[in-house]
């Protein structure tokens, strides 16, 4: 089965008696996830880590009934490591990532082959804002593996959600900053569905506001707002979003080419990074106020 996305091609796995199907291919994937580092020194979770990770998996499932994906193999508590600062950075440095000190000091929080990574921190509040976010990616990485044409790339080491990893391993990653913003999205539907009264923590806008690559959210908002009709809302395309999450699809990157042809081609390329936000938003050509939002949020990131 063979599907074109204006200029990537994905290639799809058809069941049938002698080959798995997607919905077995994605829960494989959790049974054989095993913890690739294993001399980094853990924290035991606290109590409040251990109410706050069990409350998460519960409205995690509640919010995958409610976007009628009941069938998502739940995350397991031992896909959680908790490292203090020092060895989150040496995590950093063994995944390669660059500028690991820097980055260490930025992130609270990674994914890496299935297992959630937490840097050890004071702020329940933050804990609890950071912690559904990583949930949600260790969610998006049951996508299925697919192979692709795009810009002369022939194929992908995988596809996560709904960013493609391309060979060879300096490959481009294509989507990242979509797949990022996704994540975010669907990390809120999950802490709306948070009791934090039950976790002894007062409400707090940080709980519920995107508390991740804000201007990537303004980008897509913006280009949510200008696709949804009476008939299908916005709530309607936030949800579409969240399933293509979850089944790597791209149903409202479609709708968005659809609405102006070359947006795919622009948020292929746009990275994670705050200011790659901007320069999307200059090339998709969105309103000046939008742009002027953008920079000034970047102001207060510097």
Same mark, same amino acid.
């Given at each position: 089965?063979?599907?074109?996305?204006?200029?990537?091609?994905?290639?799809?796995?058809?069941?049938?008696?002698?080959?798995?199907?997607?919905?077995?291919?994605?829960?494989?994937?959790?049974?054989?996830?095993?913890?690739?580092?294993?001399?980094?020194?853990?924290?035991?979770?606290?109590?409040?880590?251990?109410?706050?990770?069990?409350?998460?998996?519960?409205?995690?499932?509640?919010?995958?009934?409610?976007?009628?994906?009941?069938?998502?193999?739940?995350?397991?508590?031992?896909?959680?490591?908790?490292?203090?600062?020092?060895?989150?950075?040496? !995590?950093?440095?063994?995944?390669?990532?660059?500028?690991?000190?820097?980055?260490?000091?930025?992130?609270?929080?990674?994914?890496?082959?299935?297992?959630?990574?937490?840097?050890?921190?004071?702020?329940?509040?933050?804990?609890?804002?950071?912690?559904?976010?990583?949930?949600?990616?260790?969610?998006?990485?049951?996508?299925?593996?697919?192979?692709?044409?795009?810009?002369?790339?022939?194929?992908?080491?995988?596809?996560?959600?709904?960013?493609?990893?391309?060979?060879?391993?300096?490959?481009?990653?294509?989507?990242?900053?979509?797949?990022?913003?996704?994540?975010?999205?669907?990390?809120?539907?999950?802490?709306?569905?948070?009791?934090?009264?039950?976790?002894? !923590?007062?409400?707090?806008?940080? !709980?519920?506001?995107?508390?991740?690559?804000?201007?990537?959210?303004?980008?897509?908002?913006?280009?949510?707002?200008?696709?949804?009709?009476?008939?299908?809302?916005?709530?309607?395309?936030?949800?579409?979003?969240?399933?293509?999450?979850?089944?790597?699809?791209?149903?409202?990157?479609?709708?968005?080419?659809?609405?102006?042809?070359?947006?795919?081609?622009?948020?292929?390329?746009?990275?994670?990074?705050?200011?790659?936000?901007?320069?999307?938003?200059?090339?998709?050509?969105?309103?000046?106020?939008?742009?002027?939002?953008?920079?000034?949020?970047?102001?207060?990131?510097?």
């Amino acid at each position: 089965m063979r599907e074109k996305y204006f200029g990537l091609y994905t290639t799809g796995k058809i069941p049938d008696r002698n080959k798995p199907t997607l919905e077995s291919i994605r829960k494989s994937r959790f049974e054989k996830i095993e913890t690739p580092f294993h001399d980094l020194s853990e924290l035991p979770p606290n109590a409040f880590e251990q109410k706050t990770i069990d409350e998460c998996f519960r409205a995690l499932k509640q919010f995958c009934d409610a976007i009628d994906e009941p069938d998502v193999p739940m995350p397991k508590p031992n896909q959680i490591h908790i490292l203090p600062s020092m060895e989150y950075h040496r !995590l950093l440095e063994k995944v390669g990532e660059d500028q690991a000190r820097s980055r260490a000091e930025q992130t609270n929080g990674m994914v890496h082959k299935g297992h959630i990574y937490l840097k050890k921190l004071l702020d329940q509040n933050r804990f609890a804002v950071v912690l559904p976010h990583e949930v949600a990616h260790v969610v998006s990485f049951q996508s299925e593996h697919v192979a692709f044409s795009w810009k002369g790339v022939e194929r992908t080491d995988r596809q996560i959600g709904s960013q493609f990893l391309t060979k060879p391993k300096d490959g481009e990653a294509l989507f990242s900053g979509v797949h990022e913003i996704q994540t975010e999205m669907f990390a809120m539907g999950i802490r709306h569905l948070m009791d934090f009264s039950s976790l002894g !923590l007062k409400d707090d806008p940080q !709980l519920h506001n995107p508390s991740a690559y804000l201007t990537h959210f303004i980008v897509w908002t913006a280009l949510l707002k200008e696709i949804y009709t009476a008939e299908h809302g916005l709530g309607y395309w936030m949800t579409m979003s969240n399933k293509d999450l979850l089944r790597g699809t791209y149903r409202v990157l479609k709708a968005m080419e659809t609405k102006n042809k070359g947006t795919v081609k622009i948020l292929a390329a746009m990275g994670s990074e705050p200011e790659d936000a901007l320069e999307a938003a200059q090339a998709l050509g969105l309103d000046q106020e939008t742009i002027d939002t953008i920079k000034q949020l970047l102001e207060t990131l510097e």
